[in-house]
């Protein structure tokens, strides 16, 4: 009996959160450059992701999980809605779609939690978090926003959003060698407008890195990557381990 193809549609998700390789992942990618719909969902699905992460930075106070556990005890769930009205079709939706929007909720009830009980001092530190998951979910959101990715000299890959009318660019990692304390992953920007600094990668967790957000993209710009002494410089001093021309 042969086989069937997974449907490509189905793997926005996966693709989002790096979970595919070798031919798969190339496939995907293929079908990704002509299908305006997949190319939203994986925006969606990196903005989730994300938001995931955000939310995880934040160190629980003692007792949290017991509050939520004893919390779930008592709130009534909502069923879930299963009519439909006639003559609407029903919506195709990915299998990881019910994965994410389950995770979504399971970090809105800690997230709640952990600000109803962090001290006021720490207020400007997580209204300086929001306001930079915000800018983010703009990027990535943008009607015009495209995504490429290639991987580098020294291994790992490099994924990149950039909105041409937000002029901002969002840059994230995967499987990058770790460096040493002495030396830090810099992105720049090099263009008509020469070459910018245009931030530095943090070190990775479980093989990733958190989304860089960058400003002031020209058109004609192309994102390099060093590596440089820790703190960065103004100019590189290395030769780049990744020159990946932006999408138009």
Same mark, same amino acid.
């Given at each position: 009996?042969?086989?069937?193809?997974? /449907?490509?549609?189905?793997?926005?998700?996966?693709?989002?959160?790096?979970?595919?390789?070798?031919?798969?992942?190339?496939? $995907?990618?293929?079908?990704?450059?002509?299908?305006?719909?997949?190319? /939203?969902?994986?925006?969606? $699905?990196?903005?989730?992701?994300?938001? =995931?992460?955000?939310?995880?930075?934040?160190?629980?106070? &003692?007792?949290?999980?017991?509050?939520? %556990?004893? &919390? +779930?005890?008592?709130?009534?769930?909502?069923?879930?809605?299963? *009519?439909?009205?006639?003559?609407?079709?029903?919506?195709?939706?990915?299998?990881?779609?019910?994965?994410?929007?389950?995770? !979504?909720?399971?970090?809105?009830? *800690?997230?709640?939690?952990? %600000?109803?009980?962090?001290?006021?001092?720490?207020?400007?530190? =997580? /209204?300086?978090?929001?306001?930079?998951?915000?800018?983010?979910? @703009?990027?990535?959101?943008?009607?015009?926003?495209?995504?490429?990715?290639?991987?580098? +000299? @020294?291994?790992?890959?490099?994924?990149? @959003? !950039?909105?041409r009318t937000e002029r901002?660019?969002?840059v994230t990692s995967s499987?990058?060698?770790?460096?040493?304390?002495?030396?830090?992953?810099?992105?720049?920007?090099?263009?008509?407008?020469?070459?910018?600094?245009?931030? %530095?990668?943090?070190?990775?967790?479980?093989?990733?890195?958190?989304?860089?957000?960058?400003?002031?993209?020209? &058109?004609?710009? +192309?994102?390099?990557?060093?590596?440089?002494?820790?703190?960065?410089?103004?100019?590189?001093?290395? +030769?780049?381990?990744?020159? =990946?021309?932006?999408?138009?």
């Amino acid at each position: 009996m042969k086989l069937r193809r997974p /449907n490509l549609h189905a793997l926005a998700g996966p693709y989002a959160l790096d979970a595919l390789d070798g031919a798969e992942r190339d496939r $995907f990618e293929r079908h990704l450059r002509g299908c305006r719909t997949c190319e /939203n969902e994986v925006r969606g $699905f990196a903005a989730t992701a994300t938001a =995931l992460a955000l939310a995880a930075a934040a160190q629980p106070p &003692a007792g949290l999980r017991e509050r939520v %556990l004893a &919390a +779930t005890t008592v709130t009534r769930q909502l069923p879930p809605v299963i *009519a439909r009205r006639r003559g609407v079709p029903a919506v195709s939706r990915s299998p990881w779609v019910p994965r994410l929007a389950l995770a !979504v909720g399971a970090a809105g009830v *800690a997230a709640a939690a952990v %600000l109803a009980a962090v001290q006021v001092s720490t207020q400007d530190r =997580l /209204n300086s978090a929001l306001a930079h998951s915000q800018e983010i979910a @703009v990027v990535l959101a943008a009607p015009d926003a495209r995504i490429a990715s290639a991987p580098t +000299t @020294v291994g790992g890959t490099a994924i990149v @959003v !950039v909105s041409r009318t937000e002029r901002k660019m969002v840059v994230t990692s995967s499987g990058l060698p770790e460096l040493p304390s002495s030396k830090v992953y810099e992105l720049w920007l090099m263009g008509p407008g020469g070459t910018r600094p245009a931030g %530095l990668l943090p070190p990775p967790s479980s093989g990733k890195t958190a989304p860089v957000l960058a400003s002031g993209v020209l &058109a004609g710009d +192309t994102v390099g990557m060093t590596v440089e002494p820790a703190g960065g410089t103004s100019s590189p001093t290395t +030769t780049p381990i990744l020159v =990946l021309p932006l999408p138009a």
